[in-house]
């Protein structure tokens, strides 16, 4: 088993993660499992049905993150040192439910930093290319800028890193972050995001070679595969905290396209492919608030992050999995 020591001494022993049955949780988990014990690595999910692996390979329980209480006795039951803290509503669903949005984003966290504080826990908790907003420098965004969102779901983010900052400040919790681009990923689905259609459009291109797109042609954002997502995470959770200037939250990012670019990469591998746009108005407004391009040299200098997948490679490997995954039913 691998150890490391953090700001605090932390050693990654017992690892909890919220939303453990979402985009991210499900192959986050999954990875921590193998690097660190299946039995050392707690998922905690709420709304969704966990994956058959997920549920079967290590402890699982239900938590709803609100819930302080219940979230304490779990870290109690299980000695628990790290958190990842990935339970979140997604950006088009807080705009169908600003309230909700906001309990359960800022609620949640609140609970999960207030426990850290007082079990000694690190935190990681994941940030977003929506804590930015139209007066933010959309191309090679800096680390350090004006963030003003639109979005219930970017606020909260920006308000996540302001908290995480104060909980590390103020009472020593060794918290850190990642603002991730557009997550595309082949095993669990995404819910209710602004850049969930570049994992829809695989499924679509497999099955029907046709898709609808909700996002105009030429709407470019920062993009990641799910492996660099996951190695990402560990990554900054294992160095040493005294290497770390920024903390919450890093820019990181792995390519960067827009729609029309993502069709035409997809049509190398199958040349039938056809794209069509349906704009979904509130996604396009909140895709046109986002950066295009972000600067992630900080990552870079400060943890040594460096992407795997760019988009011919991410593209081949999301069409084989997504046909072998369709052609089993
Ligand atoms: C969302 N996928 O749309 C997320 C994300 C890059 C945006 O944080 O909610």
């Known amino acids: 088993m691998i150890c490391f020591r953090s700001v605090k001494g932390h050693k990654m022993k017992k690892i909890l993660v919220t939303g453990a049955t979402g985009q991210i949780g499900s192959e986050l988990t999954m990875a921590l499992r193998d690097q660190f014990g299946a039995d050392n690595v707690v998922a905690a999910g709420h709304s969704r049905q966990p994956l058959p692996n997920l549920q079967q390979s290590g402890p699982y329980c239900q938590l709803d993150v609100r819930d302080s209480s219940a979230l304490r006795q779990l870290v109690e039951d299980y000695q628990i040192d790290t958190i990842f803290h990935l339970a979140s509503l997604l950006s088009a669903v807080a705009e169908e439910k600003p309230q909700q949005a906001w309990d359960i984003n800022m609620n949640g966290l609140l609970n999960v930093l207030e426990t850290a504080r007082l079990h000694d826990c690190a935190v990681f908790f994941p940030s977003s290319i929506g804590a930015f907003g139209a007066g933010t420098p959309a191309i090679d965004t800096p680390q350090d800028t004006i963030q003003r969102p639109s979005t219930l779901y970017g606020i909260t983010k920006v308000a996540g890193e302001l908290l995480c900052d104060y909980y590390h400040q103020r009472f020593g919790v060794d918290t850190r972050g990642l603002r991730y681009p557009g997550l595309i990923s082949n095993i669990a689905l995404p819910g209710g995001g602004t850049t969930d259609y570049a994992v829809d459009i695989f499924y679509q291109a497999v099955k029907n070679g046709h898709y609808d797109c909700f996002l105009g042609a030429d709407t470019q954002l920062d993009m990641m595969y799910m492996p660099d997502a ?100």
């Open 230 to 329: 996951i190695d990402a995470a560990i990554q900054l959770m294992k160095t040493d905290g005294h290497k770390l200037h920024h903390r919450n939250a890093f820019n990181i990012t792995a390519m960067s396209f827009t729609p029309r670019q993502l069709a035409a990469e997809i049509q190398k591998h199958l040349p039938g492919f056809t794209l069509a746009y349906r704009i979904d108005p509130v996604r396009q407004t909140i895709a046109d608030s986002w950066p295009r391009h972000m600067d992630d040299s900080a990552a870079r200098a400060e943890w040594g992050w460096q992407p795997r997948f760019n988009l011919s490679k991410m593209v081949g490997d999301m069409l084989d999995k997504i046909a072998l995954k369709l052609s089993k039913g």
